[in-house]
């Protein structure tokens, strides 16, 4: 086969398809099944669908702080006439999504406004059609997040009284919030005639009146396929000036629900879509320089509870019974098969795919040992465990696994135990586990591969490689 450029290539590959499976699945069955409930609910029969604000314990950025009081039915009418505040919606697969947050809240350091996030909705992972929504701060520690950027975050749970998800559809627009937003989407491709399309504001009951954005927020304004955008012409949006003279260069849409139109909104300034998002570079996660991975994303730390679940599951893949047995060190590596095969040559057959296409287990050895001795070299760790993460089906590719003595996080086991709700612990623990270890081989063109290595050499000083993959002998030439 043509040996197609290999920079960026797979990336590029996995976010186009990831736009186009939103589209073909975005009417999916799965989104009139969210349910109001935590995901940890079934583990402490606490619904969180409803959370009241208190201050607690003095903290500076606690979320009271910043709004009025307990979740509204209405969000302006707990904004702080004192505070401006940004958010944006999410419309990708989850780690995708983790990284549009990283940009919001990067976009809203530099603007001085307050994000509010909105709850993760199950995309690409398994039993989509059962999982419910989970809160950002049921994932991550959110206030170690704000303690850490000297901010506070808040999520719109705790702005908008969101109980008794799904919300159905209001009978007259008396039920809806009508808000103006800008349309990023729009304005980084003429091809996009329409705003990003998210789930997001109709499950916060949200009528949205969008704008598209100008032009000069496009990051490569010369090339016709560029999807991204760049911080600081988009921050500008946040300010007086830039705001009007912006908002004369394009008329509002009508909403969808209401039919209104408005201009973007001052007070709750908002985005469709802030993926495609960088300062200088496409894809700017790839490089360690990425503002929004430096002052935002490294501290983006797991909440407790999560981090507990994942190493309960990968002491017993150890068979580290004794309590006070601390987990040893391991290699994970990260090998995504699953959607990737659109970057592979068409018409091929299971296995050819896992032959002719996606990186053999011989490679990711390969990778593995060159970890692993750096690691003894750097470190004088000799690290004996080595985990696969991966969503590969064929029995014959996991035996494989299985006799380099590699582990396996039995997920199976977690969804039986863990009962309802349990539908996200799967990538929440290959994530966390990822993450933990000392060394990571991952999977190129991956997004998840991607943050877990930053995340590696972050949080543990780890040694890092990516494995290529497309054709045969794609990994073998560094």
Known sequence: MTHLPTRRFLIIVTCVFSVLLFIITGHSSAFSKLRSQSIFSSLNDQPTAHVIVEADDGFEFDSSRYLNGVPTHHFRDNLRSDMKYITSWISAGWTNDVMTFMNLIYLGMLTNRIPVLSTFIPSLIVDEESAIPVAFSEVFDIRGLSQAL????????????????????????????????????????????????????????????????????????????????????????????????????????????????????????????LFYVGASQPFEFEFDYSPAWRFVGQYMRWAPRIEHIADKYIRRSFGVTDPQTPTPPWIAIHARHGDFKSGCSPNLTPHQLLTECFAPIKAIARRVEEVRNEILARKGVDVKHVVMTSDEKDIGWWDEVQARGWYRIDLAAVRAEEGAGSEWFPVFIDAVVQSGSLGFVGNYGSTMSLIAKRRVESWRDGVVRMVKWGWVGADDVD
């Open 150 to 273: 000297r901010i506070p975050i808040l999520e719109w749970h705790e702005v908008k009284n969101i109980s008794g998800w799904p919300r159905p559809l209001p009978n007259n627009n008396e039920e809806m919030d009508e808000l103006g937003c800008w349309s990023v989407w729009q304005a980084v491709r003429e091809a996009h005639k329409d705003p990003r399309n998210s789930y997001i504001p109709m499950l916060l009951s949200l009528d949205i009146s969008y704008t598209k954005a100008p032009s000069y927020v496009k990051l490569e304004p010369l090339s016709e396929n560029g999807l991204h955008a760049t911080f600081w012409p988009l921050a500008s949006l946040g300010f007086p000036h830039a705001r009007a003279e912006a908002s004369s260069l394009a008329a509002p849409m009508p909403s969808e629900f209401g039919q209104v139109t408005l201009p973007p909104d001052d007070q709750m300034l908002c985005y469709d879509y």
